[in-house]
């Protein structure tokens, strides 16, 4: 059974530049959410998406957008990079909470992208 | 605003001797409470959550988690800590608003265990 998968493992940018990264959820699940996780701090929620749909959206820039496809895997864009933007990119997995039975279950995370922009 | 604070940069144990990774969390209502684990170039590997019920709670590679509600902490715990725990462990609440199962973490704290 494959985890979530990510790819690619590294990328660099200049500033400027558009990104953008993909993410594979775990067999089953149909949800998936991203976080970026900056240098020596912990995971920042970016969004959530289900039935290709922003969810909800954590505290970052219109530059950031994403995109769901029919068979669950997902995109994240990043457009008009800055060098703040470099950090480690995560792709977490699961069933969607909104249903009760699932709500009480954890994310299970990809093993990111780790974006350097120059 | 729901926010969870990791009080040590690291912890360093020696191996064989018991390990604590200190959290404490401020949520309002019943919290939602997780702990990972990060090793270097990997991502993130859930070891134990608390969702209700009993305030001792195990998980993965003989970890285990003590909730204690009048502290506001989630301690995790070892018995006896091995080289191979050093790492980078989180701890995270979920967030209550909207379905999303939003994790807020703490800022990390790393273990070095020493032989």
């Known amino acids: 059974d494959a985890g979530v998968t990510q790819s690619p493992t590294h990328l660099i940018k200049t500033r400027g530049q558009q990104v953008t990264l993909r993410c594979s959820p775990k067999s089953g699940h149909d949800t998936v959410s991203w976080y970026q996780q900056a240098l020596g701090q912990g995971p920042q929620f970016i969004f959530q998406y289900y039935e290709e749909e922003e969810r909800q959206r954590g505290n970052f820039p219109d530059r950031f957008s994403g995109h769901q496809f029919p068979n669950y895997s997902s995109e994240l864009n990043v457009n008009a990079l800055l060098l703040g933007d470099s950090a480690l990119y995560l792709c977490?997995?699961?069933?969607?909470?909104?249903?009760?039975?699932?709500?009480?279950?954890?994310?299970?995370f990809g093993p990111g992208t780790r974006l350097t922009v120059l | 605003a729901q926010s969870v604070a990791q009080p040590e940069d690291q912890v360093n144990v020696a191996e064989g001797n018991p390990l604590t990774v200190k959290c404490t969390y401020s949520v309002s209502g019943n919290p939602y409470l997780f702990w990972y684990v990060q090793y270097p170039n990997r991502g993130l590997q859930f070891l134990l959550k608390?969702?209700?019920?009993?305030?001792l709670v195990k998980g993965s590679y003989g970890f285990e988690a003590e909730f204690n509600k009048s502290q506001t902490s989630f301690h995790l715990k070892k018995p006896s800590a091995l080289v191979s725990d050093s790492a980078l462990y989180f701890c995270?609440?979920?967030?209550?608003?909207?379905?999303?199962?939003?994790?807020?973490f703490g800022q990390g704290t790393t273990l070095q265990v020493k032989p």
């Open positions: 608390y969702i209700t019920g009993d305030n």
């Open positions: 995270a609440v979920r967030a209550l608003s909207g379905n999303t199962g939003k994790l807020i």
């Open positions: 977490a997995s699961s069933l969607y909470f909104g249903q009760r039975i699932n709500r009480y279950n954890e994310q299970f």
